[in-house]
């Protein structure tokens, strides 16, 4: 196998769902640098695959950088794995991916599912291009200032969000634009999986009356929301308002 890095997409939930190119790239590899090695060991056991594992998680990728780049300078070839999903996106590996660019090494792809694209489609708003927002800032006054972007961009926002600050969302976004349509999607792919469409306020309350007392946590494990384009007449008021220069910019960085 040709030394370098091999960045290796994985299920995000059914493990049914991993391809055989990258199965037969996890046989083939040296060692695999995982998010979680216990997680990915699930993963291997299930395709009865034996293999080096080596964490890289965000508190030590930047540690592992250059002994990745020994072995592979040595010869080694290296999968880049996470827990679901595509590395680098908006879990660990751009780090290591860019310092071997930089190097000049090797690098490949093997493309495997992404919660972004399976939510996006699932919700129905996508078809033109859209924007992928990751996390949100934790700091309420960040999150408002992000939240504001999105007021008249004519495309769909896909976020990800924690299930602890999935009701805080619903009342920011409340507060910006109620009647915006709202896509959410959970466990995707797995027994469990959920999809909630509404308008923002809508989802609000049926979460609120979810979570009862336990205002904390409405859903269970990650989630991904799809907030839907802003309406022509969104866009007309945020330019009459004088919000509509930075809407414009925000559409030509999407």
Known sequence: ???????VGTPIGHLGDISGRALDT????????AEDTRHTHT???RYQIRAT???CHRFNEASRVQMVMTKVKAGSAAALVTNAGMPGVSDPGARIVAACRKEGLYITVIPGPSSVTAALALSGFGGGGFLFDGFLPRKAGARKRRLQEFR????PVVLFESPYRWLTLLAEMSELFPQ???FMARELTKMNEECVWGTVVDLRDTFSHRAGQNTARAV???LVAVLAPAS?????????????AEGEGDSKRS
């Open 1 to 7: 196998m040709k030394p370098g890095i091999y960045i």
């Open 26 to 33: 996890l046989r083939s590899v040296a060692f695999i640098l």
């Open 43 to 45: 993963l291997l056991q």
């Open 53 to 55: 594992l080596i964490s």
């Open 152 to 155: 008249c961009l004519p495309l």
């Open 180 to 182: 915006r349509e709202l």
């Open 220 to 222: 269970r494990g990650e």
């Open 232 to 244: 022509k007449a969104e866009q007309r008021f945020e330019k009459q308002a004088g919000g509509g």
